[in-house]
């Protein structure tokens, strides 16, 4: 499956985007989808995960309540809406695929190229 990101851009703090993540190649119905990302310096770390079903949905401690991950997959596409967004939200944003059985714990082996995502403050 090949993953297209897009959505990222430069925004002031307390404002929102709305990424979105395309498949080619494969429905994303097969696959446990999820969003990382990773800032200058740091580590990529997990910032949300959906389940095939879309039953289980998991989010980083700091997003909660701020980000909404959804699918759709009849569009082959993930979203991830973010809000309130804060300067340490300032990031390359990924999307990835696992081929789970069940649940979004991955491994997550297939990535998109990123969108940057910079908040002013």
């Known amino acids: 499956v090949q993953l297209q990101a897009s959505g990222g851009g430069l925004v002031q703090a307390g404002g929102s985007l709305r990424l979105s993540c395309v498949a080619s190649?494969?429905?994303?119905?097969?696959?446990?989808m999820g969003w990382f990302r990773q800032a200058p310096g740091k580590e990529r770390e997990r910032v949300a995960t959906?389940?095939?079903?879309?039953?289980?949905?998991s989010y980083l401690d700091f997003v909660k309540g701020r980000f909404t991950i959804s699918r759709d997959n009849a569009k082959n596409t993930v979203y991830l809406q973010m809000n309130s967004l804060k300067p340490e939200d300032t990031a390359v944003y990924y999307c990835?695929?696992?081929?789970?059985?069940?649940?979004?714990?991955?491994?997550?082996?297939?990535w998109g190229q990123g969108t940057l995502v910079t908040v002013s403050s």
């Open positions: 990835s695929a696992s081929a789970v059985r069940v649940g979004v714990s991955g491994p997550y082996d297939y």
């Open positions: 190649g494969r429905t994303i119905s097969s696959y446990a």
């Open positions: 959906i389940s095939k079903s879309g039953s289980t949905i």
